[in-house]
């Protein structure tokens, strides 16, 4: 199959690097003509507009910063609805609004297409190497398609069930993620003024009942200084916000959503929207006159699993 790959981002190039390095025909398509040419010097082709690509495709995947990017790229002059096809798969990997992504299926399934959401979760380190986990919202007799694609691009292959599903599932853990960032922030600052070391209270904290995949990646880059997740807050406003209307919409009480996402909202403000998600650790480091720092911690984070063909997660029943 002959696939095309619209958004080349920290998420999306790293997506589209593992589709080309696993053999695939691919076009690619970003506004950013430096990362375009950087995967067509690897083999790719370029589509000069969404349409062009999805003209010479068989599968249109697209990760983009913002629903409202989807819409356009979908929607707009010279896009992907103007020429879908029966036969042909949109595959949207955003993390978007479950309505949206709804709306926007209507109409690629109106032109014959199929529609697939297939949101990720893991970090970009993981995304690299082709380790990251993958959500699928959509028919099972398209999932079934293009899972050999998306073993190419993830390890963990999760079939949420209906469209819409794999979005609200997507936003519900980066919601639990950045819940657990504060957390560790807070915790780390709070060991730094308590005069322990910082290797040791990371050690502990990893052997403990209060680990979480979050300490074992963002507390890394924490403690190195460099604080670079390639995750930034006006990401973190988007997707905890995207949770946040979810629950608000179904009537839930929250207290600590409305709570998170207003100390980034806070943060964006003060530190710039583009600052890196884990020095929201500023907010406390700051008034308490200290950099909460360890000792021979990674700058990024890097993936030291191999790299294996992904399959299909099962769902416990009983």
Request: charged share 25%.
């Amino acid at each position: 199959m002959k696939i095309g790959f619209i958004g080349l981002g920290n998420v999306g190039g790293k997506l589209a690097g593992s589709v080309l390095r696993n053999g695939h025909d691919l076009t690619v398509r970003d506004l950013d003509e430096k990362l375009v040419q950087g995967f067509v010097a690897r083999g790719a082709k370029a589509a000069a507009s969404p349409r062009e690509m999805a003209e010479a495709v068989d599968i249109v995947i697209t990760c983009l910063p913002s629903p409202a990017a989807t819409a356009a790229v979908l929607e707009g002059e010279d896009g992907l609805l103007a020429v879908l096809r029966p036969g042909q798969i949109w595959m949207e990997m955003s993390t978007t609004d479950a309505d949206e992504v709804v709306r926007l299926g209507a109409l690629v399934e109106a032109r014959g297409a199929t529609v697939l959401e297939c949101p990720v979760s893991g970090g970009c380190h993981r995304a690299d190497t082709g380790n990251i986990s993958i959500f699928v919202g959509g028919r099972r007799e398209a999932f079934e398609r293009v899972l050999p694609v998306l073993a190419t691009m993830g390890r963990r292959i999760l079939h949420t069930g209906d469209l819409g599903t794999a979005s609200k599932l997507k936003v519900v853990t980066n919601f639990l993620c950045t819940a657990h960032l504060v957390a560790l922030a807070e915790a780390l600052t709070t060991c730094k003024m308590a005069g322990l070391d910082m290797n040791t209270a990371y050690e502990a904290i990893r052997i403990s009942s209060g680990n979480s995949f979050v300490h074992e990646t963002e507390s890394q880059v924490i403690l190195n200084g460099s604080r670079d997740i390639n995750f930034t807050m006006d990401l973190v406003i988007k997707d905890v916000g995207l949770f946040d209307k979810m629950a608000q919409e179904l009537n839930v009480p929250l207290e600590m959503s409305p709570l998170v996402l207003n100390l980034f909202k806070e943060s964006a403000e003060k530190y710039g929207p583009r600052e890196f998600s884990p020095n929201i650790i500023r907010r406390y480091e700051e008034p308490c006159g200290v950099k909460v720092l360890g000792v021979g911690f990674p700058a990024e984070m890097t993936d030291d699993e191999p790299e294996e063909p992904g399959y299909e997660v099962s769902v416990r029943r009983a």
